[in-house]
């Protein structure tokens, strides 16, 4: 079946080193892959998201890369800092059955050292 | 600030309560759902709305159900609690779907069933 799955499920970094959080998709189809980044006793936050016919994008700090050759989706954080300590998800938004449905990955948890 | 809302926060219950969690937003938007979520793991799509009287099951059985009779609110009912309903409900909702940008969630429904 279809899936998004990540590769590491817990990243520790030194405050001001660059975090990569790497992800695994099964299916091809999706029109948007995203990520969301999630705090301790709140919902997700959208964070970033990447058009299927994209390869690179930059927002404030974070850059998503897509690789549909190898179907891989790797979120960087610049700079880290304590804020940024989350569990992070991958996600794609794919078209089923003329509607769109967001299909999450498992999560990295990103702790930042001080 | 939050533009979709869930009470409780918390609920702890015992086997074979009914219990309904309550999801309300503010932003008129058409489309909303629900996903569980265990710790650490990924949101499992599990009910979702396109509007009023608009309802479908997701990706993940469940034994709730719902009901959408105004645009603003989406609630969710278990008519029977169980331990194996030990979860986090997460509502969302959006008026773009499509883009990742376009879904907003809630904060969250810890629900305990002893």
């Known amino acids: 079946g279809e899936s998004v799955g990540l590769h590491l499920p817990t990243l520790s970094v030194q405050e001001g080193d660059n975090s990569i959080i790497n992800c695994a998709y099964s299916?091809?189809?999706?029109?948007?892959f995203i990520w969301y980044k999630q705090e301790s006793g709140k919902g997700p936050q959208f964070i970033i998201d990447?058009?299927?016919?994209?390869d690179k994008r930059q927002g404030q700090r974070v850059t998503v890369l897509l690789n549909k050759t190898v179907k891989h989706l790797s979120l960087q954080i610049a700079a880290t800092q304590p804020g940024d300590s989350a569990v992070y998800f991958c996600?794609?938004?794919?078209?089923?059955?003329?509607?769109?449905?967001?299909?999450f990955g498992s999560g990295t948890r990103l702790l930042v050292r001080p | 600030e939050a533009d979709i809302y869930q009470t409780p926060r918390y609920l702890v219950i015992g086997t074979g309560k009914k219990i309904t969690l309550e999801c309300s937003q503010t932003?008129?938007?058409?489309?909303m759902y629900w996903y569980q979520q265990d710790p650490g793991m990924e949101l499992h799509l599990i009910h979702y709305?396109?509007?009023?009287?608009?309802?479908e099951k997701g990706d993940l059985s469940s034994e709730s159900t719902v009901s959408r009779i105004r645009t603003e609110h989406f609630p969710l009912t278990l008519e029977s609690a169980r331990p194996s309903h030990t979860s986090q409900y997460l509502c969302?909702?959006?008026?773009?779907?499509?883009?990742?940008?376009?879904?907003?969630f809630g904060s969250g429904t810890r629900l305990t069933v002893v």
């Open positions: 299916n091809s189809a999706s029109d948007y």
């Open positions: 996600a794609e938004n794919k078209e089923m059955d003329s509607s769109y449905k967001l299909i």
């Open positions: 990447i058009r299927s016919n994209m």
């Open positions: 709305s396109y509007g009023v009287n608009s309802t």
């Open positions: 932003m008129g938007h058409d489309k």
């Open positions: 969302a909702s959006s008026e773009r779907f499509r883009t990742g940008d376009g879904y907003t």
